[in-house]
């Protein structure tokens, strides 16, 4: 597999890497049986993205991936932050491998968990804002 120069550096280089104590929203996503989990935590002052860190347990790519979607966000409103797409992940890294893009999906998806826990954290449902939060491992195949 050819990855690109960008994925292989934030796969060398990850940013955002961590947990944020206190977090106004946490989003986990994947499982062990699939074997990529990306853990996304947000801190939100009003309706900006202001800090975002992750935890990912997986291959380069859903480093990478997971990287470069905090980096999209990090900043950002609440509203464009939910704009980003898996695509404009690939797009921002230069490109996946097809066997890959499933990890693209799970960032997309690991930032969206944690919005939807923010909006849940404020008593708010985080259909109304985020739609429906659901990743099943069952159609990927994993990074084995």
Do not use: W
């Amino acid at each position: 597999m050819i990855y690109s120069e960008k994925v292989m550096d934030h796969f060398a280089n990850p940013r955002n890497v961590g947990e944020i104590e206190n977090a106004d929203g946490i989003g986990e996503v994947g499982n062990a049986k699939c074997g990529d989990i990306m853990k996304m935590y947000l801190k939100i002052n009003n309706g900006i993205i202001e800090d975002v860190k992750f935890k990912t347990f997986g291959c380069g790519a859903a480093v990478a991936t997971s990287s470069m979607a905090t980096e999209l966000i990090k900043g950002k409103s609440i509203e464009e932050a939910l704009k980003l797409t898996n695509k404009a992940v690939i797009e921002a890294l230069d490109g996946l491998p097809p066997a890959k893009i499933h990890c693209s999906v799970l960032a997309e998806e690991a930032m969206k968990a944690a919005i939807a826990d923010y909006y849940t954290k404020q008593g708010l449902d985080p259909e109304l804002y985020v739609g429906k939060v659901n990743h099943s491992c069952d159609s990927c195949e994993g990074c084995h």
